[in-house]
């Protein structure tokens, strides 16, 4: 069974494919983490916007992590998770998922964090993560989306553009 649908790749294929993709961005994934240093790690009652079950088991998997030790396991089960997050915990838990979708390029998890960095619309709760952003951190953030553009496919190149605009700001 094809591991990527339409390509004819198996899980092989796409293992040997992301072991040549990942190493490429240690240096950007290193400098990542160092730029976003300042960020201060919240406590559980500074994680989520809600105290609902969702939140609450947000909370549970993410606290006892620094972001940079957040397992690929909670990353990709929690893939949503960055919309119920306070800007101060957005700010603190983006870089993980920048890092865990730049390094399995993951089709479906990079339209969920391109949502949650290139909202439709550029209301008030984007507003007030937009500017826990520091200068460097809003470049790094540019500088993943232009090593996304190069591989996304013609749907997100728009919303991509639009992200670059935003960030650059």
């Known amino acids: ?20 993709i990942a190493p490429m961005y240690d240096d950007f994934i290193e400098k990542m983490y160092d730029t976003f240093s300042e960020a201060r790690r919240p406590t559980k009652e500074e994680m989520t916007i809600y105290k609902d079950f969702e939140c609450a ?3 549970e998997k993410f606290s006892p992590y620094k ?3 957040l397992p690929d396991e909670i990353v990709s089960s929690f893939f949503n998770a960055l919309v119920w997050l306070k800007p101060e915990a957005f700010r603190y838990y983006l870089p993980r998922y920048i890092e865990y979708d730049v390094q399995h390029q993951d089709y479906s998890f990079f339209g969920y964090l391109l949502y ?22 809003k470049e790094i953030i540019v500088q993943y989306l232009q090593i996304r553009q190069k591989t996304a496919d013609d749907v997100d ?4 553009q639009r992200g670059l605009e935003i960030w650059k700001s």
């Open 116 to 137: 949650e960095i290139v909202p439709e619309n550029f209301d008030n709760a984007f507003k007030e993560r937009f500017i826990m952003f520091t200068d460097a951190e």
């Open 67 to 69: 972001n940079c030790d």
């Open 157 to 160: 190149q728009k919303d991509i």
């Open 1 to 20: 069974m094809p591991a990527k649908a339409g390509t004819g790749m198996t899980k092989l294929d796409v293992m040997n494919e992301l072991t040549h």
């Open 57 to 59: 088991e947000i909370m």
